[in-house]
């Protein structure tokens, strides 16, 4: 026995060892029932910690996981109870609530928390709550009485069913979440619901936890006949070789004309079986033929209550349906919720982000000129045929869809070329853009800057989309991750064909340039980066988005629960962003575009080299540690920016002396600069000169009248003569008043002030000519920005 002063001084672990586990122990559960600091291997938490992106390294690392104190199991594939433990100090009550959240994350049916004195109880099975002596844990039998009371003897059969395991070290155990998913399900099937919908966020694992579910329905012998639905063959071909593969020779991907019924487990086009005839392949099944049908992203065509494929799910009818998808979708039109039902479990992205499963993205919004203020064709321009381009504003919902500005697809592919060369050509990148004809152009220009890679490797940048007969084949090589930094493509060009089922685990980059008003497809655009692969570098992925379509993060609906469609009366309207998208644009360009990524070509083109775009704005957000989009320091995003042109200080002060005003580019954007005055608080009476050089290089800043006071003292005005240093010396002044960056500029001889020296030419004679007026001034200006 200890005294309570004894308990006061132990610790937690302490209290663990010597009051709770002795009490757990001794209530009947053994080792195999109890794993402390418990995961599904060995000493690691139920979740791996969220990955933190360091804006200013841009170096990743991982926050502390999700740990319970114990996790006791009723069977291998269940979690019944979660107890956490406090020291002495605490109440035995203190730790209950960080227990139930545990235990509703993982799908427990008991709370407990205790300080070592007695136990406190949340039952979620009843909601009641309860006190405990330490010497009254429950034991075992009791807890799974207490749980199968919900079930009756036949559902408990189904359920209890243990999941696939395998000695191999390919095998997956599942992650807490998708037990949750494949437990939550087998219980619905069990109790006898025949319309299930699973959302799950791309890169959690949809496919697998399919398998899980087709494997313990199979085994329980709730579900004989299995017919797996997807409407592309990547999402059959993938889950054969990879997750379904323990099914061998029971299972078959639906290819011939005449169907073999002597299989198990059938993986399908819906496009193969439902044809384009009367004569549907499936027909030649008894409807009552499958009793278990998955539908992967079934967000797509089966939808929609007119759909082709859904005459497939009719004819099955009988036969449990289980949807699957990342992205629910629910229109007017479109609905899984009116068919399958609320979902019986979400996982979202926002959550495996934070249980850190996926991996966090950083944003560059790409402001082109044109985007922001509209593009108006100068009086008498032709376009690529001759034909007078109509005088109208086109926009960015025009761009790529009723007009092509060939210089603003060049500008798009030497951002991206730039952003590669920056960081890593041989990263990964799928670049989305508005329609094949889109693709075609950007996979021109991005070969033309790339040429040097192309030598290296034809493959380098390939255009994926349903027209080209070699996409299945790129598509899977892009996929690749066993040759990781050797594999091509690495440049997949696409518009709508890598939307959705493509497991590209190791993309680092996703380029948005095309107009993505559904918030289904702008999730499933997001989800090609999501996976993470810290063993092959990838931390996080970034997002340049040229279309500003990452505006849809801010909606709430981003990562929301689904709504389903409420029953309006007759003839009132729909207020809906996905049917008011056409509302919103100037053109229908979606009604121009198939699903695979169908050819459009606007009528009017105008030639590269008749416009003069540029890049006004750049903004870089970063996902912080709350899950929020958060813009990155001015100061960082500029040093860093600053340093890519001019490595060192020297470099940089060199430049700005020699080159006049050499910041046309990047330097002289005046929202840049202000705000970079805003944020370290220098007034007027600072040059931009100081700014940078402060923020870039952390030199300490002085003012304007401090650099001409320093330039007067100096011996350099001395050489020439009276009236000469009188002209220099207004220059001077200049600098002080306006800030003027190039001082050489004759037009400043033309202005009152310098009247008394007779103007431009008298003042360009008494100095021996222009040019040596010019290096005049330039050495006034070197003294000006010296150190």
Known sequence: MFSL???????????????????????????????????????????????????KTKLASRKEAKRADYILYQSKNHKIAVVEAKDYKHSPRDGLQQAMDYARDLGASFAYSSNGDEFVEHDFITGVQRTLPMSQFPT??????????????????????????????????????????????????AKGRNRILLVMATGTGKTYTAFQIIHRLKASGAKRKVLFLADRNVLVDQPMTQDFKPFKDKMVKVSNKKLDSSFEVYLALYQQLDGETDNELFKQFQPSFFDLIIIDECHRGSAKEDSNWRAILNYFNEATHIGMTATPKETADASNISYFGDPIYTYSLKQGIEDGFLAPYRVIRVDLDCDLKGWR???????????????????????????????????????????????????????????????????????RLNADMLAKNPKYIRQITGDQTGKNDDLEAF??????????PVIAVTSKLMTTGVDSKTCKLVVLDA??????EFKQIIGRGTRLRTDAGKEFFTILDFRGVTRLFADPAFD????????????????????????????????????????????????????????????????????????????????????????????FQQSWTTSGEIFLKF???????????????????????????KVAYGKIPMTKQERIEKAKKSDYLAQYSEENRQVLGLLLDEYVK?????????????????????????????????????KAVKGLEKIIYSD
């Open 738 to 774: 306006s800030g003027t960056k190039d001082l050489s500029k004759t037009e400043l001889l033309q202005t009152p002030k310098f009247r008394t020296f007779g103007g431009l030419l008298p003042i360009l004679n008494k100095f021996g000519g222009k040019e040596l007026y010019r």
């Open 140 to 189: 075992p039998q009791e807890l799974s009485e207490r749980w199968s009371k919900q079930y009756t003897p036949e559902e408990l059969k189904i359920i209890q069913q243990p999941y696939y395991t395998s000695a191999s070290d390919n095998f997956k155990e599942p992650r807490y979440y998708q037990e949750n998913a494949i437990n939550l399900t087998i219980e619905a099937v």
């Open 5 to 55: 002063a004894e308990k006061r001084q132990m610790s937690e672990a302490d209290i663990r060892s010597k009051f709770i586990t002795p009490a757990i122990k001794n209530a009947g559960w053994s080792d195999r029932h109890i794993s402390e600091e418990y995961s599904f291997k060995v000493d690691k938490p139920f979740t791996d910690g969220q990955m933190i992106v360091d804006p």
């Open 377 to 447: 064709p100068t009086k008498g321009l032709t376009d690529k045929n001759g034909e007078l381009v109509e005088d109208r504003l086109y926009t960015i919902k025009d761009f790529d869809y009723n007009i092509i500005l060939n210089d603003r697809t060049c500008l798009v592919a030497e951002r991206i070329t730039e952003f590669l060369k920056k960081t890593n050509r041989l990263d990964k990148t799928i670049v989305f853009c508005a329609n094949i004809n889109h693709a075609q152009r950007m996979v021109a220009e991005l070969s």
């Open 560 to 651: 929301g629960d689904p709504v389903a469609i409420l029953e309006l009366p007759e003839n009132k309207p729909f207020d809906d962003k996905e049917n008011n998208e056409k509302n919103n644009r100037t053109s229908k360009p979606t009604d121009q575009v198939k699903e695979d990524g169908g050819e459009y070509k606007p009528a009017i083109v105008v030639e590269a080299g008749s416009l003069k775009l540029r890049i006004l704005d750049e903004k870089v957000q970063y996902l912080n540690e709350q899950g929020e989009l958060v813009l990155e320091d001015i100061d960082i995003f500029s040093q860093r920016e600053i340093r890519k042109d001019f490595s060192s200080y020297e470099q």
């Open 515 to 520: 107009n993505i008003q559904s918030m289904t």
């Open 667 to 693: 330097y002289t954007d005046e929202k840049w600069l202000n705000s970079l005055r805003k944020k370290n608080q220098f007034g007027s009476q600072f040059d931009d000169y100081d700014i940078i050089r």
């Open 479 to 488: 996929c690749d991750v066993q040759n990781e930094g050797n594999a091509y």
